[in-house]
């Protein structure tokens, strides 16, 4: 069984295109090719009959390549005094600390469901909120993971649940309490715990290195040959904090960048989220390596922590991706528009990136990211996953259809996304989301019971 779609007008990169149909295979097709694009035509002046209309411009599904679902609730919060990226995660322990697999998944459910609604429809979570508070392990040992993962079956989107290796507060520090909810004590037994995680429909299961600070450099190599052996996506939080890269260089005499390299965590299937204090050899390191970067831009900038050269790490050699983080907000054309209008801030010329360019970052070098490279563009045998933004919104009226990229990435916003399609299903039709219907309630309900729990 086959379902059509109309696209008014559609991003067939590194161009748009009016009048696109996207024919997509439904239940009842052949093995292997359900919830995928089985055609693709353009100019298509109308709607065929019996075709699903989306009118305004289409996209491939966005990809949130760096979450951390839990910070949400902290929106607003740590708005209040002043402080740095030091003094801010010590609200978020405290956030942390309150959380059980049952309020995670309420959390992570209606936080995803925000995803989708802004156009979303895969996201990498770094995952490391593994165990009870005090360490203890729950009877299923990733009970929290399996929250997350059926917190996005439950919210239409797909997930890569970046389980995450924690183990230290510092270069040869033990973790602090807080940290305890963390750690699994070596990377040996995270590898142990986290190989119990099954990949199923729309779950893929990779591993991260919250930061250099954080798993011993005599155990780095351990997670990177437990992704290796799976041929997992491997993330890490690299340079977000000169502090750090004080530290690191203190206890190891060579850069958080350096250190990687030397412990075989760079490569292909390696992204580094932030990359933000860079030397140019770190540069010349994760370019040549082919490393990733994911720039989060609206926690960067909500944290102070600076601005990362994308640009000339995308020069060096490094894919570029997006992610939106501690939840600021949640919106990734935001992120794509900021990533080019920090590097205009920094070196005060324009143009540093194309829409087009911008929109790869946050379709298919995000999705690439998150170990889904066949995802993130509208093609014969890609997932049927997009998202459609209104071109008729007080943001985007006026420019013509020519320029909806530019008006897409430079304009709208999470709130112009009108439809949602996940492997061919609409999970939000005219902006409203099919299976969470009252996406704000269930934010609200779920932070509220966080902030109203005192055990």
Not at 124 to 153: K, Q, S, V
Not at 252 to 275: S, W, Y
Not at 302 to 314: C, E, T, Y
Request: some cysteine.
């Amino acid at each position: 069984m086959q379902v059509t779609y109309w696209a008014e007008h559609a991003w067939l990169d590194p161009a748009v295109e009016q009048g696109v149909t996207l024919t997509v295979a439904t239940s009842g097709s052949a093995a292997g090719a359900d919830g995928r694009i089985t055609a693709v035509r353009t100019g298509v002046d109308r709607p065929p009959p019996g075709a699903v209309v989306l009118r305004g411009l289409t996209l491939p599904g966005l990809a949130n390549a760096h979450s951390h679902a839990f910070h949400r609730a902290l929106r607003s919060t740590v708005q209040v005094g002043s402080g740095t990226f030091w003094t801010w995660r010590d609200t978020m322990y405290g956030v942390a600390r309150k959380l059980t697999p049952d309020t995670y998944y309420a959390l992570a459910r209606a936080v995803y469901a925000e995803m989708a609604l802004a156009g979303i429809t895969a996201v990498g979570e770094f995952h490391y909120l593994h165990h009870a508070p005090g360490g203890t392990r729950y009877d299923d040992p990733n009970a929290m993971g399996e929250a997350l993962i059926a917190a996005a079956g439950e919210a239409g989107i797909r997930i890569t649940l970046l389980d995450t290796a924690y183990l230290s507060s510092g270069f040869g520090e033990p973790p602090n309490e807080h940290q305890l909810r963390f750690s699994d004590g070596t990377a040996e037994a995270w590898a142990e715990r986290a190989s119990l995680l099954k990949e199923r429909d729309g779950v893929r299961v990779g591993a991260a290195i919250h930061s250099v600070r954080a798993v011993p450099a005599d155990q780095l190599s351990t997670v990177a040959q437990w992704a290796s052996d799976r041929q997992a996506p491997l993330h890490v939080h690299l340079s977000e904090q000169t502090a750090e890269n004080e530290a690191c260089l203190a206890a190891h005499g060579r850069t958080p960048t350096r250190l990687l390299a030397d412990h075989g965590v760079l490569g292909a299937d390696t992204t580094g989220v932030h990359n933000t204090h860079l030397t140019d050899e770190d540069i010349a390191l994760l370019g040549g390596s082919s490393t990733g970067t994911c720039m989060c831009p609206t926690t960067e900038r909500d944290l102070a922590d600076g601005i990362g050269p994308a640009a000339a790490l995308q020069k060096a050699g490094s894919p570029l991706s997006l992610g939106s983080d501690s939840h600021a907000v949640i919106d990734l054309l935001e992120e794509a528009r900021a990533m080019e209008l920090d590097e205009r801030l920094r070196t005060r010329t324009r143009g540093h990136w194309t829409a087009a360019a911008l929109l790869r970052a946050a379709t298919a070098d995000g999705h690439a990211a998150l170990g889904r490279p066949e995802a993130g563009r509208l093609a014969a045998g890609a997932p049927a996953d997009f998202a459609t933004i209104a071109l008729d919104s007080v943001r985007t009226a006026g420019p013509a259809p020519r320029l909806a990229a530019e008006t897409a990435v430079f304009a709208a916003s999470a709130a112009d996304v009108r439809h949602t399609v996940v492997g061919g299903r609409h999970v939000v039709r005219d902006g409203v989301h099919a299976l969470v219907p009252d996406v704000p309630r269930a934010l609200t309900d779920a932070i509220a019971a966080l902030h109203d729990h005192h055990g």
